[in-house]
């Protein structure tokens, strides 16, 4: 049997908060091995469309399909147990446990239902977290509190909790908002990885343009929870619509310079 | 007379400086950005100058005034207004009245009235959905909501921001920025914490790199090509 070309397909899915629809009949698909980059103005649904996918929040109406199975209603373990996990925008780790125990959490808990938890990690969830420090560059930090941690590290480790349950498709939320450019591209390199090596299915959201152009294969632009725009990123700055409600006029420059620097390979792509 | 100096200023948060003597001046009506790997300081020397870092020595002079050890609140009311990183909002409050906590200094209803105007043509997001609470709107509208807090002020003489353009749609950056220049030119002070060297390099009278608690460039925009060397070996430009 092949597998579907797609991964994940949403039809007609809604969000209502009374009469806001924060996501408004949205359809679109993500294909295996793809990165998808998702932007648009502030408070377009963007990470309320996330909350959707990994059963945060459950959706008003529509459906959400995953790698065969309907996945619409059910519970945020069950959707991360099927394979798909997430990061936050805000710090959203054990801040009181190491960064080792809160990687042996993520991948104990994250693979299965744990009915009646053992009172200590498996030695798959041990050879899990060592082998994503790896990944993450966090090793050296492995037995640091997380709530000791920096800024890069602490978005690392977060992405690390996200991964280490070797999920097949991942969403991140703005993992490199608040980064300089050198620390942009430690992260980069992990997601290059993860894509090239792993390959893993990533959708993100992100604001630095730079970013996004040399990294997403296809870039989707929200607005009021619907679709303005779908393409490749380099196609962002042409349509007008998304320069006037989301790039701006640097922003536009900004995803030119991106899409340059992938072409030169020193960028993030 | 500068308008802010600091004078070999130290500050820990129980283990180890996080700021390791840090002499700088602001001069009344300048604009002045501080850039630098993250962990490295900027965030608490903006608290340090607030009044938000509990232990600190060296010196602290606004408008000449020493304010090492004044309380956070009455430095505020001296003038001083501090947009800090993050989502400090009232998430229980309606937006309406998270900003005029923001212009609780204010010496009239009026005055706020004035500021809040200034900050709804700024963000007119904010004013579609004033009478919402904190909680319904999105990270970067949040965000916005901080920094329109942070502009209630009337009397605001030193307008310090953390990180303005932190998860905010690149065209709502240009607008902060725009509107950075505009406060600008009618005098205003301005201090800028960013991460994009290159955006703040545009806007700023003087760029200081920070790394380790220490200022290990200090310079103005148009010496950063010359210096391009260091500002990479910090920043990995």
Redesign the interface.
């Known amino acids: 049997m092949t597998e579907a070309l797609n991964l994940l397909s949403v039809e007609k899915l809604t969000k209502a908060?009374g009469a806001m629809k924060a996501v408004n009949e949205l359809d679109f698909t993500v294909r295996r091995g793809e990165v998808l980059g998702i932007?648009?103005?502030?408070?377009?649904g963007?990470?309320?469309l996330f909350d959707l996918l990994s059963g945060v929040t459950p959706a008003t109406s529509g459906r959400i399909t995953f790698d065969g199975h309907d996945i619409t209603g059910l519970t945020a373990p069950q959707i991360c147990h099927l394979g798909l996990s997430r990061t936050f925008?805000?710090n959203a780790v054990f801040n009181s446990m190491t960064v080792r125990d809160n990687l042996r959490t993520s991948a104990y808990f994250g693979r299965e239902n744990r009915m009646l938890p053992g009172l200590r990690f498996d030695a798959a969830a041990n050879a899990s977290a060592d082998e994503v420090m790896e990944l993450t560059q966090l090793t050296s930090y492995a037995h640091a509190t997380a709530g000791s941690l920096?800024?890069?590290q602490l978005k690392l480790l977060m992405i690390a909790s996200a991964i280490v349950s070797h999920p097949k498709l991942v969403l991140l939320d703005?993992p490199v908002?608040?980064?300089?450019?050198?620390?942009i591209?430690t992260c980069a390199a992990v997601f290059r990885q993860l894509r090239d090596f792993h390959g893993t299915t990533i959708v993100v959201i992100e604001?630095v343009?730079s970013f996004m152009t040399a990294f997403a294969d296809r870039v989707m632009i929200l607005h009021h929870g619907a679709k303005l725009h779908e393409g490749p990123a380099d196609s962002l700055a042409e349509n007008q619509d998304v320069?006037?409600?989301?790039?701006?006029?640097?922003?536009?420059a900004?995803s030119r310079k991106g899409k340059m620097a992938g072409g030169q390979g020193d960028g993030a792509s | 007379m500068a308008l802010l100096e600091t004078g070999d200023l130290f500050a820990s948060y129980g283990t180890g400086h996080v700021l390791n003597g840090i002499s700088m001046t602001v001069e009344q009506g300048e604009l002045v950005g501080i850039?630098?790997?993250?962990?490295h300081g900027k965030t608490t020397l903006l608290r340090a100058i607030s009044g938000l870092m509990p232990s600190c020595t060296g010196a602290v002079r606004l408008g000449g005034k020493d304010v090492l050890g004044t309380a956070p609140q009455r430095i505020a009311q001296m003038g001083l207004v501090h947009v800090p990183?993050?989502?400090l909002v009232y998430k229980d409050m309606t937006i309406l009245e998270n900003l005029l906590v923001g212009g609780y200094a204010n010496r009239s209803a009026q005055r706020s009235e004035a500021q809040l105007e200034k900050v709804f043509t700024l963000f007119p997001?904010l004013k579609e959905r004033a009478g919402q609470t904190a909680s319904?709107?999105?990270?970067?509208?949040r965000?916005?909501l901080g920094i329109g807090r942070g502009l209630m002020m009337a009397d605001c003489r030193l307008l310090m921001l953390d990180?303005p353009s932190?998860?905010?749609?690149?065209?709502?950056?240009?607008?902060i920025y725009d509107s950075i220049d505009g406060l600008r030119e009618a005098g205003m002070t301005i201090v800028i914490v960013e991460?994009?060297?290159a955006?703040v390099a545009e806007h700023a009278d003087r760029l200081h790199l920070m790394d380790g608690g220490h200022f290990v460039w200090s310079g103005l925009p148009g010496e950063m090509e010359e210096n391009k060397q260091i500002i990479d070996t910090y920043?990995?430009?």
């Open positions: 908060y932007g648009g103005p502030n408070g377009a963007k990470t309320t925008q805000l920096p800024v890069l703005e908002g608040g980064l300089n450019p050198g620390e591209e604001h343009m320069v006037d409600v989301f790039l701006g006029v640097s922003g536009a900004e | 850039v630098g790997p993250n962990g990183q993050g989502d997001k319904s709107l999105s990270g970067g509208e965000r916005m990180e932190l998860g905010l749609a690149p065209v709502v950056i240009d607008q991460e994009n060297i955006r920043l990995g430009a």
